[in-house]
């Protein structure tokens, strides 16, 4: 069954995050830091999901809803720093 990333967003925070059978698998949570951008702050994969690319699939979903918004991203949490430096794809919206 493939995981699908959900968001809870407000005109102030948000976080992106990955459920199942009412288990938080994984979490990205950013803020809304100006007009037109959110900081990503933290990304917390359960111990039993590690190393099975939900952060990455957090990060990705996460660019498809800036591109979507017309907003950038500054990615403050190391995770997400390196997925962006090793993702060329993803530069148009930071």
Do not use: W
């Not at 830091?33 to 900081?39: D, L, W």
């Not at 990705?60 to 997400?80: D, H, L, M, Q």
């Amino acid at each position: 069954m493939s995981k699908k990333v959900q968001l809870e967003n407000n005109e102030k925070e948000g976080i992106f995050y990955i459920e199942e059978n009412g288990d938080v698998l994984g979490k990205m949570i950013f803020r809304h830091t100006a007009a037109n951008q959110i900081t990503i702050d933290h990304t917390e994969v359960t111990d039993d999901e590690t190393g099975k690319g939900l952060g990455e699939k957090m990060v990705t979903e996460a660019v498809n809803f800036a591109r979507k918004e017309g907003i950038t991203i500054v990615p403050s949490c190391p995770f997400v720093a390196h997925v962006f430096d090793k993702t060329p794809d993803f530069k148009d919206v930071l």
